[in-house]
């Protein structure tokens, strides 16, 4: 009698779980399709905890001020007001963490790559690539190079 209380008992506990997944795996889709849908919109967007201007966390915020001192334009999307969307993005780029960049159509990286491509120098030229052209490029240029 207890194995026949304790088989339907995990069987009626697995039930709710495939349920949840066949629901998961149907909005996938239109998560993934929204991700698309913002990334062939925009030359730049940010998926961010928080927006532009109102980061809610430090890497975000890194990210934005960086962004901002290139003078690039971005869209910010806010993963803190949709999970769904938040563990999309996750699942889209195979990357664990937010926040996650975009320059044209590329995931570029989170917030580590973006402070290392600022550092060197490969973020001007990323944006350059993209057709963006950075406020910090003219700074960077020797005085012989602008005419």
Known sequence: MLTI????ALTATRRPAL????????SSADTTKKIEKLIDENKVVVFMKGVHGAPRCGFSNAVSMVL???GVDFKSVDVLSDEELRQGIKDY??????????????FVGGCDIILQMHQNGQLIETLKKAGIKSALESANEKPEEKS
């Open 19 to 26: 349920v949840c997944t066949a629901i998961r795996c149907f």
């Open 68 to 70: 901002a001192m290139h």
């Open 5 to 8: 209380v304790r088989t339907t």
């Open 93 to 106: 780029t195979n990357w664990p963490t937010i926040p996650q960049v975009f320059i044209d159509k590329q």
